[in-house]
């Protein structure tokens, strides 16, 4: 099983930039595909992004599309949320999760391991 540690979250101004990043641990990192997603207040948790497990392949929602980088460093055993041009509705927590079944992966059900979160506040 994997473990998933995020980090990197924050206060940052509109159109300003953060950089998610989120440690595996406890299995082969690179026998995972990945993905972020976030939930904000009273809302359900929504994807973000996908890679598959080389980083070869990567997918976002239109919302962040253009914005928003996702990569992988398998060496590090680290995927990571490049946001730039960020906008208060990006405000959420935002999670990293991984599953071992290939193939690209949008929905929150699809996921079998996830992290503990991390807070991204965007003022206007």
């Known amino acids: 099983q994997v473990q998933l540690v995020e980090s990197g979250g924050g206060l940052v101004q509109a159109g300003g930039s953060l950089r998610l990043s989120c440690a595996a641990s406890g299995s082969t990192f690179s026998s995972y595909v990945m993905g972020w997603f976030r939930q904000a207040p009273g809302k359900e948790r929504e994807f973000v992004a996908y890679?598959?497990?080389?980083?070869?392949?990567?997918y976002y929602a239109d919302s962040v599309k253009g914005r928003f980088t996702i990569s992988r460093d398998n060496a590090k055993n680290t995927v990571y949320l490049q946001m730039n041009s960020l906008k208060p509705e990006d405000t959420a927590a935002y999670y990293c999760?991984?599953?071992?079944?290939?193939?690209?992966?949008?929905?929150?059900?699809?996921?079998?391991?996830w992290g503990q979160g991390t807070q991204v506040t965007v003022s206007s």
């Open positions: 999760a991984a599953d071992t079944r290939g193939g690209l992966k949008t929905g929150k059900n699809e996921y079998g391991y």
């Open positions: 890679i598959s497990y080389g980083g070869i392949s990567t």
